[in-house]
């Protein structure tokens, strides 16, 4: 069973720093192989998509994020991370790692980001 598990958010003011943490189980075996992604969510709106990462490390950016936030991968660790830098308020949301395995979309619980000005 795949199980996603993120970590990491918080509470800063703008122009602060995060590093989230999403770590995956029952792909373990097969992790360096995968796409992952980290989505985010505010209330009412529906789940974009932020950045994502190849098996081979390439990375894509959402515009509004670019410059700003990096995604990486611990292949070691079964982990992909996303550092969040220069935030700004609208940055606030419940962000999510996805796995796609099988035809089925995987999802962590979500971690919440929370940019005061």
């Known amino acids: 069973q795949v199980q996603l598990v993120e970590s990491g958010g918080g509470s800063v003011q703008t122009g602060g720093s995060l590093r989230l943490s999403c770590t995956a189980s029952?792909?373990?075996?097969?992790?360096?192989?995968?796409?992952l992604a980290w989505y985010r969510q505010t209330p009412g709106h529906l789940r974009d998509v932020v950045a994502t990462?190849?098996?081979?490390?390439?990375?894509v950016y959402t515009g509004a994020v670019k410059d700003r936030f990096t995604v990486s991968r611990d292949n070691a660790k079964n982990t992909i991370y996303l550092q969040l830098t220069s935030l700004k308020p609208e940055d606030t949301a419940v962000y999510y790692c996805?796995?796609?395995?099988?035809?089925?979309?995987?999802w962590g619980q979500g971690t919440q980001v929370t940019v005061s000005s």
């Open positions: 996805n796995v796609k395995h099988l035809g089925h979309d995987y």
């Open positions: 990462i190849t098996g081979g490390g390439g990375t």
């Open positions: 029952g792909i373990a075996d097969r992790f360096r192989f995968y796409t």
